[in-house]
């Protein structure tokens, strides 16, 4: 079992739709959670950053983290064609290691 | 630009050739990473910085596969005797040391081997 679990996709949505997109954890260790958008052969970028659980919003998009569940959430409103890319998770255990763990990604089309 | 910046964007080589990529962070961080990402997957860790010390490496650093950091600046990941199963993406990032802090990634460098 993979420390990070993140449906693949992909995700068709009509532009305007409300996008949820997932992932699931093993380790209860994980503190610092981050979503990042990727375009094809285009680095990662950073859209959300959270510490422990909660919901945090940033304009169209809110992050929500469920440490009980071991489930992380992004929510995208009022989506976009602009917005399809892959979005991808990861998370962190923190002190002692630094190193961030990603989920595969989910593929995201937003028609137009 | 203040961005993570990597060169070059894209290498083609034959098997067995080394190859050397570079990472430029931001100016002011001082943790440095690099992962790798082949298609259809999620970047996978390969080793991080604090400043000029290497302080953790991925099994996936096999022997063939040496980072430094020399003056706790730009970064330089080398391959040596590369192999198909080397082609991927190798992405560079950086962050503020202090509380785990944000990644930010520079575009990559895509590495083909033939």
């Known amino acids: 079992q993979k420390e990070v679990e993140q449906d693949p996709g992909p995700l068709s949505v009509p532009e305007g739709a409300i996008v949820s997109l997932n992932c699931t954890y093993s380790?209860?260790?994980?503190?610092?959670f981050m979503w990042y958008r990727q375009y094809s052969r285009k680095g990662p970028e950073l859209l959300m950053y959270t510490y422990s659980s909660g919901n945090k919003e940033d304009g169209r998009f809110t992050a929500q983290v469920d440490k009980s569940s071991k489930y992380i959430s992004l929510f995208i409103r009022d989506s976009q064609p602009s917005d399809s890319a892959t979005y991808l998770c990861?998370?962190?255990?923190?002190?002692?290691?630094?190193?961030?763990?990603f989920g595969t990604g989910t593929r995201l089309k937003v028609l137009a | 630009d203040t961005g993570v910046s990597q060169d070059p964007r894209h290498k083609i080589t034959k098997r067995g050739q080394n190859v050397t990529f570079r990472c430029d962070p931001i100016?002011?961080?001082?943790?440095l990473y690099w992962y790798r990402q082949t298609l259809g997957q999620g970047p996978e860790f390969l080793t991080y910085?604090?400043?000029?010390?290497?302080?953790?490496k991925s099994r996936l650093l096999s022997d063939r596969f040496s980072a430094e950091r020399p003056k706790g600046s730009f970064s330089t990941l080398e391959i040596q005797r590369t192999e198909q199963g080397d082609s991927a993406m190798y992405l560079c990032?950086?962050?503020?040391?202090?509380?785990?802090?944000?990644?930010?990634f520079g575009e990559g460098s895509r590495l083909t081997v033939l």
């Open positions: 990032a950086s962050s503020l040391a202090g509380a785990t802090g944000e990644l930010f």
């Open positions: 910085f604090q400043n000029e010390a290497q302080l953790e």
């Open positions: 380790n209860s260790a994980f503190q610092y």
């Open positions: 990861a998370m962190s255990v923190g002190s002692g290691t630094y190193k961030y763990i």
């Open positions: 100016s002011e961080h001082n943790r």
